[in-house]
Every structure is written in structure tokens, then in C-alpha cells.
């Protein structure tokens, strides 16, 4: 079974490349940011209790994002694999992580790490926000905030898989097809 943890700044292309991996190895997915901006669209208790973070463009409690994928892990260790997107988003989060998954007798294989310097990220972003309606992608203030948390709390979580020997940074600037080809080269190496 193969465990990805798909990485990278707000706007880096985790959601489309995911899709894309998903189709060609077969791969479960879970976006923790789908999850949530599905409870909040269908106002669920869990969709309002982090509602407020969400829309100042801060991450959501380590508690209710761990136990998600606490389920998650649970309800789907007997497939081809799985592709984390989102997760882990702190040091604190990867350690929990890790437990979760040697509960379920298995290991993160890889990190890849999509690296986009900040002004695409924001340009992405930006264009998105206009055709996909999202708030947290309308304002380039939220989305700056949204990088710099990112840079503060969630990017040292490639020290935690590095000291493992599971990291690899991919460069995340090209067409979709150019990043893609580039992520399954590190993917297949693993094989």
C-alpha cells in the first residue's frame, strides 16, 4: 500500500495534481480543507466550530482535523493506497499522524512537497477565488495570511519527514502535465 502525503503552500496545485494521482495509481483521497468547507457549506456542528477560523484564513484545530483523519485511515486501510492532501499541517499533527497510522499497521511512504514561490501563489489564488466563489481566495490580504501561517506553523512539517528520510521537494511551477510528470517520476521510484 502506497501512503503519500501531498505538500505544499495554499494554491501550490495539492487538489489537482491529488486528482490526477488518484486516477492513474488507483489512489484513495482525503482533503482535509474539502472536508471542512463541506461541513461548513452543509452547517454542521463541526462546519460552524471552525467556521471563524477558516474565513481568517487559519487553520482549523489539530483535534477535530486528527480526528477526521483518524477515521479516514481507519475506513480505508485495505486498498491500493492513499493520498493525505492538507495533512499533516503541524509537527504536533505528523506525530499523531504517525500513531494513527502504526495503529493501522502502516506508514507514510513519501512526502512530496510542491514548492511555488509566493506572487504565483497568490496570482493562483486569486484567479480562483473569482471562478471557484471561495472566500479565503477573493482577498489578497487573507491569502498573504494564508502563506505566512503556512511558513510559520506548517512548513516545518518537512523537517519531521525529512529527519525520516520520506521528503522530496517537487518544483511546482509549469503546466499541470510538467508538474504531474515530475510528482510520478518520485512516485515511481518507490515502486
Do not use: W
Amino acid at each position: 500500500m502506497l501512503n503519500i502525503v501531498l505538500f505544499g503552500p495554499p494554491g501550490a496545485g495539492k487538489g489537482t495534481q491529488a486528482e490526477k494521482l488518484i486516477s492513474k495509481y488507483n489512489l484513495n483521497h482525503i482533503s482535509t480543507g474539502e472536508v471542512i468547507r463541506q461541513e461548513i457549506k452543509n452547517g454542521s456542528k463541526l462546519g460552524e466550530s471552525i467556521k471563524d477560523y477558516i474565513q481568517k484564513g487559519e487553520l482549523a484545530p489539530d483535534s477535530l482535523v486528527i480526528e477526521m483523519v483518524a477515521n479516514f485511515v481507519k475506513n480505508n486501510s485495505d486498498c491500493a493506497g492513499n493520498i493525505f492532501d492538507g495533512f499533516p499541517r503541524t509537527t504536533h499533527q505528523a506525530e499523531k499522524f504517525d500513531e494513527i497510522m502504526k495503529t493501522n499497521s502502516l506508514d507514510v511512504d513519501v512526502m512530496l512537497s510542491l514548492e511555488v514561490p509566493d506572487d504565483s501563489l497568490v496570482e493562483r489564488l486569486l484567479l480562483r477565488g473569482k471562478d471557484s466563489g471561495r472566500a479565503d481566495d477573493s482577498s489578497e490580504e487573507v491569502i498573504r495570511n494564508r502563506i505566512a501561517i503556512y511558513k510559520e506553523q506548517t512548513a516545518i512539517v518537512a523537517n519531521f519527514y525529512e529527519a525520516q528520510g520520506k521528503h522530496i521537494s517537487v518544483n511546482g511551477l509549469g503546466t499541470i502535465d510538467e508538474i504531474f510528470s515530475r510528482l510520478c517520476a518520485e512516485i515511481d521510484k518507490l515502486k
